[in-house]
């Protein structure tokens, strides 16, 4: 099992920047693939980036490619979206995810009740 712990959300200008940060607990971590998806109000939670247990391959939806970097750091147990040129259209609640031995592509596309591990999100919001 593991915990996750997101931070770093908060108030923003469109055009600038954020990191969020994902906290893990566990001591598998690195065997963890670790994904971002975001709910925004009204509508469905979506997938935004993954990156695979090995660190080797990420994934981003369409949406946030050329913008946002998803990266791991195994020793400190955390990975990390930086968000930069944000958009009004980014304003949503922020999730970290985890699933043992998964692929970065996978993330994406693999129903959401079938990634065991989630945090309880943090808030980003773009202001025009």
């Known amino acids: 099992q593991v915990q996750l712990v997101e931070s770093g959300g908060g108030l923003v200008q469109a055009g600038g920047s954020l990191r969020l940060s994902c906290a893990a607990s566990?001591?598998?971590?690195?065997?963890?693939?670790m994904g971002w998806f975001r709910q925004a109000l009204g509508k469905e939670r979506e997938f935004v980036a993954a990156?695979?247990?090995?660190?080797?391959?990420?994934d981003y939806a369409d949406s946030v490619k050329g913008r946002f970097t998803i990266s791991r750091d195994n020793a400190k147990n955390t990975v990390y979206l930086q968000m930069n040129s944000l958009k009004p259209e980014d304003t949503a609640v922020y999730y970290c995810?985890?699933?043992?031995?998964?692929?970065?592509?996978?993330?994406?596309?693999?129903?959401?009740?079938?990634?065991?591990?989630w945090g309880k999100g943090t808030l980003v919001s773009v202001s025009s």
């Open positions: 995810a985890a699933k043992v031995r998964g692929t970065a592509q996978a993330m994406g596309v693999i129903p959401h009740n079938a990634i065991p591990h």
């Open positions: 566990g001591r598998t971590f690195s065997s963890y693939a």
């Open positions: 990156i695979s247990w090995t660190g080797g391959s990420a």
